[in-house]
């Protein structure tokens, strides 16, 4: 009989992987906890939380049980003239606990249809209330806000949206607060944020005609784990709010406590007028996305005129299946005290990753340990990410550098000892592969 990875190989295409050099796919057979069990036999501890989407661990038996008794219910129904008790009880839990001033939910399917539907409704927002001049959007260096056209448009140029540049609306694109390599040569210990400088430059240069201005809070993800002074985003409401403009949050990554707090706007008090969430949202359990809406904003599409109305849906908008699992997963956070085991597991990074500073720039923010690395070749095509990815899985840790930049983000149901013996894993490789040659090629 042939393997899986046999049977990958004839009929699958993944992402982000170049077809002719990759290793071959991992097959997974099932997963427990925080491990991970291929058709080979070997247990692999999946040290990226399935791609920053399991927060309570794999399998989880609250949450098996909740998406089979929600099956055995309801499994799914459009949500266009319908709505059903798992989606209302989902809306009314999120609002509780997202920024205060947030009065209104939409649903959609993950973190890229998220930013979509926020890129949309803040440039309909507008038209509707007859400034249709408002109409670009300013964003962030470094910014990965997902792959649909719309949120590549607000990524940064790189090689993600590089060969779709033909088809991308123009943005406008201001210094992100990355103190490692700072845009203007500073030393945080010594600066006064000046990089928020640009942002109100960009700001005043197209006054009156910026629709919103769009940021990943806290940790820009994919643009390179970029973890920020809270001050700059304390300081972009400030801006947006003094020209006039909306400010929209992707919390797609940072929601639901990885940064340590539920949101990361939490750590600078910050309330956007919309906040984009996924991944955590269904505890990595199913596709789900959803945009949180000021009244502001909600009472804009309030019309007799059809033509104002928000023409976006998808098929499985609000699924109950996704709505339930993403219920029993709050129940979780308060049941186990979920955030006070993040704050720890933040502590244990931070004093495991210290020493590994001699590599590169270490930082740590709640529960997401990233070190980058020193290199001759710094970003994402940068050769030492594959090795490394190949030497970590030889030791039986999951971890999938951009290429210099190495990350360490588990679902918060690992124990101390496993955190402990993934940071020697760490250790270990990185003594081995940043041998005295590459350190030399530097
Ligand atoms: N926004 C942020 C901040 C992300 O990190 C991601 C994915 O990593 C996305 C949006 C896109 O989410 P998805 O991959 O679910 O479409």
């Known amino acids: 009989m042939k393997s899986l990875v046999e049977r990958d190989r004839a009929c699958l295409w993944h992402p982000y992987t170049q077809m002719l050099t990759a290793p071959p796919p991992l097959p997974i057979v099932r997963a427990q906890g925080v491990y991970l069990y291929t058709e080979d036999g070997r247990r692999i501890l999946d040290g990226i939380s399935s791609w920053w989407v399991n927060i309570h661990g794999h399998s989880h038996p609250k949450l098996n049980q909740a998406l089979a008794a929600q099956a055995s219910e309801l499994e799914q129904v459009l949500f266009a003239g319908c709505t059903h008790r798992p989606a209302i009880e989902l809306a009314e839990r999120l609002l509780a606990i997202l920024p205060s001033g947030l009065t209104r939910i939409f649903y959609s399917d993950d973190g890229s249809t998220a930013v979509e539907v926020a890129l949309k409704l803040a440039f309909e927002y507008w038209r509707n209330r007859g400034e249709p001049q408002r109409r670009t959007f300013v964003t962030l260096r470094h910014a990965y806000h997902g792959d649909t056209v719309g949120s590549m448009s607000a990524s940064e140029d790189s090689v993600f949206t590089r060969p779709f540049a033909g088809l991308l609306f123009p943005v406008v ?3 992100a607060p ?3 390599r700072c845009p203007l040569g500073l030393r945080r210990e010594t600066c006064r944020i000046d990089c928020l400088g640009d942002l ?14 769009l940021v990943e809070p806290m940790l820009q993800g994919a643009g390179g784990m970029i973890v920020w002074p809270s001050e700059f985003l304390a300081g972009t409401r400030r801006l947006c709010d003094q020209y006039g403009t909306l400010l929209i949050a992707d919390e797609v990554l940072t929601g639901f406590g990885r940064t340590g707090r539920m949101f990361a706007c939490e750590h600078a008090s910050v309330r956007p007028d919309l906040v984009c969430i996924s991944k955590g949202l269904t505890a990595g359990y199913l596709p789900m996305g959803a945009t949180a809406a000021t009244e502001a904003l909600y009472e804009a599409f309030l019309s007799d005129d059809r033509g104002k109305t928000f023409f976006h849906g998808h098929s499985y908008t609000a699924n109950p299946l996704a709505c339930a699992v993403g219920l029993a997963s709050l129940d979780l956070f308060r049941e186990n005290g979920v955030l006070d085991r993040v704050q720890r597991l933040e502590t244990q990074l931070r004093a495991g990753l210290e020493p590994l ?4 720039d270490v930082r740590v923010i709640g529960g997401v340990g990233v070190i980058e690395l020193e290199s001759s070749e710094p970003g994402y095509l940068d050769s030492i990410g594959p090795r490394l990815y190949r030497a970590f899985l030889d030791r ?5 550098p951009m290429g210099n930049i ?12 496993e955190v402990e013996w993934a940071l020697q894993q760490i250790d270990e490789v990185l003594k081995d592969e940043l041998s005295v040659n590459h350190l030399r090629a530097l």
Do not use: N, Q
């Open 357 to 360: 500073r001699r590599f590169g």
């Open 173 to 175: 694109r201001a210094h």
């Open 396 to 400: 039986g840790l999951l971890l999938r």
């Open 200 to 213: 109100e430059t960009k700001l005043r240069e197209h006054a009156g005609s910026v629709a919103a201005v």
């Open 178 to 180: 990355y103190c490692y």
């Open 406 to 417: 190495l990350y360490f983000m588990p679902p918060y149901v690992i124990s101390d000892t």
